[in-house]
């Protein structure tokens, strides 16, 4: 439930995208009777059936959470004919520096005051030819001023549904308006310690869905062609407009959890974060050519896998590295070929529970007989049921570009600081939101405007992924795309990184 209030306070300043219809609504709801308590001046509003919290909050431009401070009856929900006490919207007051994050999607700084249309410079991109400094030597970047935006599916046109006085937990869970809700959670814990270091930023959040209309009237606001980065978790249609709109623009734009290759095509302003099937294989022959050198690798081909040619795929790249390798049709054929002289390296590709256990099973009872190690691909370690004595047994390793290793001390107060702001666990996607906005926010921090040209000798210790960019297809029209994967083996009963 506390999650839910932080959620809709956050909604409080978000902008809301159906504003020309919405505004009528919220001039008639706001009254203009005031009462004095305390010295203070308040509004005083007559709930009416059907109105929410955060529906009174925008007509009177004030925070959920400073009604809820006036009112705190109201954290058990709002009634029909329930008397509020609204307090007078504050001033602004200026600041010394920059804020990290103005949800309300215009910028807000101290020395500043937003301009309706901000000039955009020829190119965002430096030509390499004509830099003046080499990559990371400016190191007036760090006291810049940056513009990022960041595009989730908040599904706000929901919101009003939501009734926490009759919505069990597991309902609420499953609300879409707090799906990706820990992807935000994530970035802003980033934002928080970037700021701590020196970095000056301001966030504009906006709510993109599936519509596309809505998108394209989005891209119309002026304080987008003045970002210096966009991050949008967005689905695919939304993501070529928004990205069409970037390459116009001269602005990075980062796709945060899209495994499809095309996105980054003929697009030079992309960046890819989930690394390719095929990088996977590439990373998984040069960590078998560096440490397995000396045996013979064995790919077990699964003619029930649904990507039919990967097993040829894995044995090319094995063979351009030198490697010993047999393609095996099926267990039965890969049992036949194991040797008894040097370390039998199994790759065995498995999308369901039931023919990886029978995979181990079988393996597991020959392991005393042959030096064994077994590589699971390609989603292994999403699989469920597994046994750990199969997996310790047979030196298991696993290549995935996300794990989280919760005996990092980064990681422990990354969890810490998560359940201390949000009263919750991080999820999958709270790791990633925290990973994305650290990286590409130290980048900007670090290189500036200059950060895509720099960004292929660029490595930070992250919280579950590491980053490694590179021009897809090593060609300058198209984006970049994440290439690091990185290995896991079973020992004593847990995952080591090796790589």
Request: glycine residues 4%; positive net charge; hydrophobic residues 40%.
């Amino acid at each position: 439930m506390y999650r839910l209030f932080c959620f809709l306070a956050l909604l409080s300043t978000l902008p809301c995208l159906q504003a020309q219809t919405y505004q009528d609504q919220l001039k008639a709801i706001h009254s203009v009777v005031v009462e004095q308590k305390d010295g203070k001046s308040f509004y005083v509003h007559v709930v009416k059936k059907g109105q929410t919290l955060y529906m009174i909050s925008k007509a009177y431009g004030v925070e959920v959470n400073d009604i809820i401070a006036e009112n705190p009856i109201i954290k058990e929900g709002l009634k029909a004919d329930q008397k509020l006490l609204i307090p007078f919207p504050l001033r602004k007051k200026e600041e010394p520096s920059v804020k990290p994050e103005t949800l309300k999607g215009k910028p807000e700084t101290a020395n500043q005051k937003p301009s309706a249309v901000t000039p955009i410079p020829a190119s965002r991109i430096p030509d390499p030819s004509t830099k003046a400094l080499p990559c990371g030597s400016d190191t007036a970047n760090r006291n810049k001023p940056y513009n990022v935006v960041l595009m989730l599916p908040l599904y706000l046109e929901e919101v009003e549904a939501i009734n926490p006085e009759t919505s069990t937990e597991e309902a609420i869970e499953n609300w879409n308006s707090l799906k990706y809700l820990p992807f935000y959670e994530g970035f802003r814990l980033a934002v928080d310690s970037l700021q701590k270091q020196g970095l000056h930023v301001t966030i504009h959040v906006y709510d993109v869905g599936k519509d596309t209309l809505v998108t394209q009237k989005l891209l119309k606001k002026p304080e987008l062609k003045s970002a210096d980065l966009i991050i949008g978790l967005l689905f695919n249609k939304n993501f070529q407009l928004v990205a069409k709109f970037a390459l116009e623009n001269n602005i990075p734009i980062v796709n945060p959890l899209s495994e499809r290759s095309d996105v980054v095509l003929n697009n030079e302003m992309v960046f890819k974060v989930n690394p390719s099937k095929n990088s996977q294989l590439e990373s998984l022959a040069d960590f078998m050519q560096k440490s397995m050198y000396r045996g013979q690798v064995i790919i077990i081909r699964n003619g029930q896998f649904r990507d039919k040619d990967i097993a040829d795929k894995l044995k090319k790249e094995c063979l351009a590295r030198n490697l010993n390798v047999i393609l095996a049709e099926g267990q039965d054929v890969a049992i036949g070929r194991l040797s008894k002289g040097k370390e039998n390296v199994l790759v065995a590709f498995a999308d369901n529970n039931a023919y990886a256990l029978d995979l181990m099973r079988r393996f597991y009872e020959l392991r005393n007989d042959y030096n064994l190690s077994l590589v699971g691909l390609t989603d292994w370690e999403k699989l469920e049921g597994l046994e750990t004595d199969f997996l310790n047994g047979l030196n298991t390793h696993l290549v995935t570009p996300y794990f989280v290793d919760y005996s990092v001390a980064g990681v422990k107060k990354l969890v810490r600081n998560y359940q201390v702001n949000y009263k919750a666990d991080p999820e999958p996607l709270a790791f990633q939101g925290f990973d994305i906005a650290y990286y590409f926010l130290s980048a900007l921090m670090k290189f500036g405007k200059q950060f895509p040209s720099c960004i292929k000798d660029f490595r930070l210790p992250t919280s579950q992924t590491s980053f490694e960019f590179r021009r897809a297809g090593n060609n300058t029209a198209n984006g970049f795309e994440n290439r690091h994967w990185s290995v896991y083996q079973y020992e004593n009963f847990k995952l080591v990184r090796l790589d």
